[in-house]
């Protein structure tokens, strides 16, 4: 009578010298792990107040140099002195007289903003592609 032959992995369980091998190599490198923890990740036993105590020391204050004059700033300048508001424009009596159309009181511009967003073909063609908010505008 034949035998069956044996599967691959039975073969693998059978062979007691390669299983010997790999055990004695796992016990080799847990060894050197266990002797390099210290210096690889002994700060993560050290205390941390031992950790902050080089930046607890305060810095020595640098020097004030006096710049001349041409590398000096310049004091702001508001915008108003440059910018100009003028008052709102009548609200317009059509629907399409509201494109371009600007107010300065909040509450006018109500049919073109919903919860601070600006309602328009494009950012309705944009929400059906699932777009993100910032590429709207």
């Not at 059978?14 to 004695?24: G, T």
């Not at 600006?118 to 993100?132: Q, V």
Request: proline share 10%; net charge positive; with cysteine.
């Amino acid at each position: 009578m034949a035998q069956k032959p044996i599967s691959t992995g039975a073969a693998e369980r059978m062979n007691l010298v390669a299983q010997d091998e790999i055990w004695k190599y796992r016990l080799k490198a847990e060894n050197e792990a266990r002797q390099n923890w210290a210096q690889n990740w002994g700060f993560l036993s050290t205390p941390f107040k031992e950790l902050i105590k080089c930046e607890e020391e305060p810095a020595t204050p640098k020097p004030k140099i006096k710049l001349p004059e041409r590398f000096r700033i310049q004091p702001v300048t508001p915008v108003e002195n440059y910018i100009k508001v003028l008052p709102s424009p009548p609200v317009p009596k059509t629907t399409q007289g509201f494109i371009g159309w600007r107010s300065g009181v909040p509450g006018l511009n109500k049919c073109l903003e919903h919860d601070d967003e600006i309602r328009s073909c494009k950012g309705a063609y944009a929400k059906e592609l699932n777009w993100p908010k910032q590429g709207m505008h």
